[in-house]
T-cell receptor
Framework: AQSVSQHNHHVILSEAASLELGCNYS??????LFWYVQYPGQHLQLLLK??????LVKGIKGFEAEFIKSKFSFNLRKPSVQWSDTAEYFC???????????FGTGTRLLVSP | DTGVSQDPRHKITKRGQNVTFRCDPI?????LYWYRQTLGQGPEFLTY????????KSRLLSDRFSAERPKGSFSTLEIQRTEQGDSAMYLC??????????????FGPGTRLLVL
């Protein structure tokens, strides 16, 4: 069965620092990949997604992620974080032909001003 | 606001009571999903509907849980004889599947259940 690993459970950064959050999944095949974000007191929101094509995808608020098929990875990056990026970030994978999203355990990001 | 809505947002109940949650998907979305999220974990799939048909149920969904989507629009999730282990955030998501295989699920705010 598919599983998703987010190795960084808590990340603390200062404003303007660069961010990279790891995401690895276990089962290959054709996958759709997602990063969702949950800001404090808000619901899960889509940050970016990959279906096919260019493995470097850009999302909202300056985030991007790179799909590396050979490494089963979909890491999230942002060159310069802001205090408003403080949130919990979830990586999720959907194997085509199956309808359920499989989520990682999430990474809590705290950006200090 | 035309996003996914859920009601109630919070529910406190005593062990053994029945509870029912409602989810209203984004208009014209044909798929509706239920997930459960416990502290420190990501959401876990419970079940999903395509229109009014319930097409898959997770093993997490014991026989005390039942979900319906009678007219292919809103959905309800009922938990009978609640247990303390049922305490969690229950999330609803919806999506539209057209002719493409690409599908994005949009989440509601969730219903936080506390069983005392």
């Amino acid at each position: 069965a598919q599983s998703v690993s987010q190795h960084n459970h808590h990340v603390i950064l200062s404003e303007a620092a660069s961010l990279e959050l790891g995401c690895n999944y276990s089962y290959g095949g054709t996958v759709n990949l997602f990063w969702y974000v949950q800001y404090p007191g808000q619901h899960l929101q889509l940050l970016l997604k990959y279906f096919s094509g260019d493995p470097l995808v850009k999302g909202i608020k300056g985030f991007e992620a790179e799909f590396i098929k050979s490494k089963f990875s979909f890491n999230l990056r942002k060159p310069s974080v802001q205090w408003s990026d403080t949130a919990e970030y979830f990586c999720a994978v959907l194997n085509t032909g199956f309808q359920k999203l499989v989520f990682g355990t999430g990474t809590r990001l705290l950006v200090s001003p | 606001d035309t996003g996914v809505s859920q009601d109630p947002r919070h529910k406190i109940t005593k062990r053994g009571q029945n509870v029912t949650f409602r989810c209203d998907p984004i208009s014209e979305h044909n798929r509706l999903y239920w997930y459960r999220q416990t502290l420190g974990q990501g959401p876990e799939f419970l079940t999903y509907f395509q229109n009014e048909a319930q097409l898959e149920k997770s093993r997490l969904l014991s026989d005390r849980f039942s979900a319906e989507r009678p007219k292919g629009s809103f959905s309800t999730l009922e938990i009978q004889r609640t247990e303390q282990g049922d305490s969690a955030m229950y999330l609803c998501a919806s999506s539209f599947t057209g002719t493409l295989t690409q599908e994005t699920q949009y989440f509601g705010p969730g219903t936080r259940l506390l069983v005392l």
